[in-house]
């Protein structure tokens, strides 16, 4: 799958509930259901950036996937304290899992997969990712969220997301 088919299977999940006979908006989705397709979004991508870790000899790739833990992994800690003192909990919804199901597809893909061959799938896996992942926070969440802390919590959140994709486009480029 190339990066373009990538970002349309990301695009149409963040879009479309699995299973759902009717489409859902993730506009129509509350603060507390953003906050969890936020926070599996994260996770989804620490376990995309362990499985590099396993696999990849790649340093550009390993260098990638470290910063992708440690960036999501501190954006998620900020999530989970900011939710406690708001006495809040995220809500699971149609389209945190469905982004599971996808994850679950595509690390058995990569899971298979070794040397330049991962690297470049899990490269471009990445850059799809994080571009599908920074149109749905841009346009469709930070102007929808209600709670100022909330929100600014995502708009700082944004600015590592929009990062994350500059190095995943070197990350490519430095694989071609």
């Known amino acids: 799958m190339n990066i373009k088919n990538t970002i349309l299977a990301t695009a149409a999940i963040l879009m479309i509930g699995s299973g ?5 908006s993730p506009a129509d989705l509350n603060d507390l259901e953003i906050a969890h397709v936020a926070y599996t979004a994260d996770n989804i991508d620490i376990r995309y950036a362990h499985l590099a870790l396993a696999i990849s000899t ?3 790739v390993r260098e990638f996937a470290e910063a992708m833990i440690s960036d999501h992994n501190a954006v998620n800690g900020q999530a989970l304290a ?3 003192k708001l006495g809040a909990a995220p809500q699971d919804n149609f389209l945190s899992q469905s982004l599971n199901e996808t994850a679950e597809m595509l690390i058995d893909e990569l899971s298979r997969l070794r040397g330049d061959a991962f690297d470049h ?3 471009e896996n990445e850059l799809g990712y994080h571009k599908a992942v920074n149109d749905l926070v841009g346009n469709a969440f930070i102007p929808n969220i209600e709670n100022a802390e909330v929100k600014a919590l995502f708009e700082a959140g944004y600015e590592i997301f929009q990062a994350h994709q500059s190095q995943a486009e070197s990350m490519v480029e430095g694989l071609k």
């Not at 759902?20 to 859902?24: E, G, L």
């Open 20 to 24: 759902s006979a009717v489409a859902q």
């Open 58 to 60: 790649n340093a550009s």
């Open 82 to 84: 900011l939710l406690e």
């Open 121 to 123: 799938r899990y490269a």
